[in-house]
């Protein structure tokens, strides 16, 4: 393991996607057993896909309690029902809902069928009534961006619809069946409310195409070119990598 510390932020490197996914997976368990009505924002893609795995084992074989725990997802794609397979709403079901005891009711992602607009107002107040949340788990693109907030975002917005990136498209084709499906836009918390509305922050970057947005943050100065290094203005953030740290 090595350590490095930028401002808050604590940036541990482990070796393997494994030894990261159980250690993230135990913060969560660890934070439910103390807090039961814990609150989280969770995210999609493959980064956090072992740290869910981890928290059903544990959930089968320790019956970790998630009946009380109400969790917020960080965005949906615009255009996409709930039953669609890429839909991120069908992803929270299938990876990690659905094999444990949350309620269901108690799960919620931003409308991808609703008119955009008003999709992001309900799904801010959404955010709203449930803040502060107790953990904020984050993955991050290959251009830097946070849930969907790509490149120039603004470090104090809201939740709104967004234009996705040649880049993140192109990143996302793999779970679509040609570039063309990829939707252009999606609703996503804004960064100022994950900043604001987060105790703590918890960021998961694997493989070499993260490396660049780690070494950005490295660098330790905010810039709005990498929407990573907006994390440098919260008070408690822990980011999990298999990067080069130093
Ligand atoms: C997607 C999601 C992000 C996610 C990122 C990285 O576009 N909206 O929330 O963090 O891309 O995805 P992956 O973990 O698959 O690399």
Known sequence: MEKRKIKHIEVIKLDSEEEIAK???AKFIDKIEAK???????ATGSSPIKTYENIIKDHKENGTDWSKTI???????????????????YFMNNKLFNHINININSTHLPSGIDEPK???KNYDMQLEMNS???ITLLGVGVNGHIAFNEPGSEFDAKTAEVTLTKETIEANKKYFKSLGDVPKTAISVGIGTILTKSNEIILIALGASKQAAITELLKGKENLDWPI?????????TVYTDCKIK
């Open 71 to 89: 969790v917020c997802n960080l965005d949906e794609y615009v255009g996409l029902k709930p039953t669609d397979k890429q839909s991120y709403r």
């Open 36 to 42: 039961p009505s814990a609150k989280f924002i969770l």
């Open 118 to 120: 008003l999709s992001a």
């Open 23 to 25: 250690e993230v997976a």
């Open 229 to 237: 290094t907006a994390l440098l203005r919260h008070s408690k953030v």
């Open 132 to 134: 502060p949340f107790d």
